[in-house]
């Protein structure tokens, strides 16, 4: 399913790069996917009702979403009328990852033991692009007491731990490996 996901998010990304309108399609797709994420199981009706012909599936995505930019329209059409509508939110990720690669972004998941002001908060993303090369990083802070002090943050699969807790575990699996 990834791949087919994929394979949608990818020629929805080259139509709108293409056409000068990433933003805006990713704009109303972001819309979309926020809308949606309770409705899966509705998706899923529709993908799996045999009743429901292709035509019918058009109109539906047509009314559903209309006044989307017509390029989205289009790829929703195309997703519906394929039975696949049930992996919109999973296009919508895959199409996201193209964006941000494209832009230079990143999100950024911040844990730390105690609430961080916006200026450390600030400090930590500024210490981040300088280490990671990025443009621009979307910060999500989280408070975790368990890490007792400092910071961990995660970017995609890289995990950068700051925190005092990661020290202490060094810390034990060196003593436990001296004896």
Do not use: C
Request: hydrophobic residues 40%; aromatic residues 10%.
């Amino acid at each position: 399913m990834a791949d087919v996901a994929q394979k949608y998010a990818q020629a929805l990304f080259d139509v709108a790069i293409d056409q000068n309108v990433l933003t805006e399609v990713y704009d109303e797709f972001t819309e979309i996917n926020t809308a949606i994420q309770s409705q899966i199981d509705y998706l899923k009706g529709i993908d799996y009702e045999p009743k429901i012909t292709i035509a019918d599936r058009y109109h539906i995505v047509e009314n559903v979403f209309k006044g989307v930019h017509p390029y989205l329209l289009n790829t929703l059409k195309i997703i519906g009328s394929h039975r696949n509508l049930h992996l919109l939110i999973a296009i919508f990720k895959a199409f996201e990852a193209q964006y941000y690669n494209f832009h230079g972004l990143a999100d950024a998941y911040v844990e730390s033991a105690t609430f961080l002001t916006d200026d450390e908060l600030m400090q930590v993303k500024n210490a981040l692009l300088n280490r990671t090369g990025l443009k621009d990083l979307i910060i999500h802070a989280d408070i975790n007491e368990s890490l007792i002090g400092g910071v961990r943050v995660k970017i995609g699969t890289k995990v950068y731990d700051g925190s005092v807790q990661n020290d202490l575990n060094q810390l034990i699996k060196k003593f436990n490996r001296a004896h």
